[in-house]
């Protein structure tokens, strides 16, 4: 069984940054790709960013040019990373990672909160 543990999340001033980790039980060259998701309180989760076995990357227009996916080399090849800097308070949520590989996982979700 898959597991996806996040971690990294925690309090920031608007403005600042954070860097959010994700460590799969086995090496993510399995997983066609990984994501990031979030959910604030009284919303549906929603998709931030998508990192592809190919290495390409894609990102929601709200964190565009702000957040950063990536994923490790050679030395951990079961890590992603969602680098997240000019942060806004409507970054505010629970973060969670997420990869398929002929279905879907999800880790737990990591707290991220924005004070204005």
């Known amino acids: 069984q898959v597991q996806l543990v996040e971690s990294g999340g925690g309090l920031v001033q608007a403005g600042g940054s954070l860097r959010l980790s994700c460590e799969a039980s086995?090496?993510?060259?399995?997983?066609?790709?990984m994501d990031w998701y979030r959910q604030a309180p009284g919303n549906q989760r929603e998709w931030v960013t998508t990192i592809s076995s190919d290495g390409s990357t894609h990102y929601a227009n709200s964190v565009k040019g702000r957040f950063t996916i990536s994923r490790d080399n050679a030395e951990a090849k079961n890590m992603v990373y969602l680098q997240m800097n000019s942060l806004k308070a409507g970054d505010t949520a629970v973060y969670f990672c997420?990869?398929?590989?002929?279905?879907?996982?999800w880790g737990q979700g990591t707290q991220v909160t924005v004070s204005s």
């Open positions: 086995e090496d993510i060259v399995s997983f066609n790709f």
């Open positions: 997420s990869g398929y590989a002929g279905r879907r996982y």
